[in-house]
């Protein structure tokens, strides 16, 4: 069964920093590609970044490009998502989200996702 | 900037068929493929059309998917309408630039 467990939301500051990760179980991490999604409170999904299975292709939406990382560890089983300079409008619940291993952006699970609150 | 716009929603008895659409905003959405997702109040979002009319397994055969290249759109059909399928509805694809686009998402209502 295909598991996406994320982690790591939280309150923070204005400016501040915070690591999410996501710990992936029950596939062959390694071989697909990986999505951070989100959703501020009472409003539509927004794409947030996209990592191919070996890390060599990344995007970002513009909104956060720029302040934000995402990266992957394939002997971990692990997606992460390194935000910096935060700001308000990023509270949000994050979900991490697999590919179907076909097509770019093609969603095929999701997590539960975590909490990101920013606020002073 | 590319969008992906959607009705803001839609309500239907149970047994009925509902159809959502979605549309870009420019260029052809038959270019790259559309996904469409259900996210019922407090869960987190399912797959439930990938590829343009693809089912996961599991996603019974009342949903379906379909693309118009003439309206630019694509469109989620809901046939024999179920109280469980009440839920917001999003359609998503990407653009030239490979940023990935949401749709404004529809609530789908079972009166």
């Known amino acids: 069964e295909v598991q996406l467990v994320e982690s790591g939301g939280g309150l923070v500051k204005p400016g501040g920093s915070l690591r999410l990760s996501c710990a992936a179980s029950?596939?062959?991490?390694?071989?697909?590609?990986m999505n951070w999604v989100r959703q501020a409170p009472g409003k539509g999904l927004e794409w947030v970044s996209s990592?191919?299975?070996?890390?060599?292709?990344?995007y970002y939406a513009d909104s956060v490009k720029g302040r934000f990382t995402i990266s992957r560890d394939n002997a971990k089983n692990s997606l992460y998502l390194q935000m910096n300079s935060l700001r308000a409008e990023d509270t949000a619940v994050y979900y991490c989200?697999?590919?179907?291993?076909?097509?770019?952006?093609?969603?095929?699970?999701w997590g539960q996702g975590t909490l990101v609150t920013v606020s002073s | 900037n590319f969008m992906l716009t959607q009705p803001h929603s839609v309500s239907e008895s149970p047994g009925k068929t509902v159809t959502i659409s979605c549309t870009g905003s420019?260029?052809?959405?038959?270019?790259?493929?559309v996904q469409w997702y259900q996210q019922r109040p407090g869960s987190a979002p399912t797959t439930v059309i990938y590829?343009?009319?693809?089912?996961p397994s599991g996603v019974p055969d009342r949903f379906s998917g379909s693309i118009d290249s003439s309206s630019n759109s694509a469109s989620l059909t809901i046939s024999g309408l179920k109280t469980e399928d009440e839920a917001d509805y999003y359609c998503?694809?990407?653009?030239?630039?490979?940023?990935?686009?949401f749709g404004t998402g529809t609530k789908v209502t079972v009166l």
């Open positions: 590829e343009d009319n693809q089912r």
């Open positions: 420019s260029g052809s959405i038959a270019s790259n493929y």
């Open positions: 998503q694809s990407y653009d030239s630039s490979n940023q990935g686009v």
């Open positions: 989200a697999r590919d179907n291993g076909g097509g770019l952006m093609v969603i095929y699970y």
């Open positions: 990592i191919s299975s070996s890390s060599s292709y990344i």
């Open positions: 029950g596939f062959t991490f390694s071989s697909y590609s």
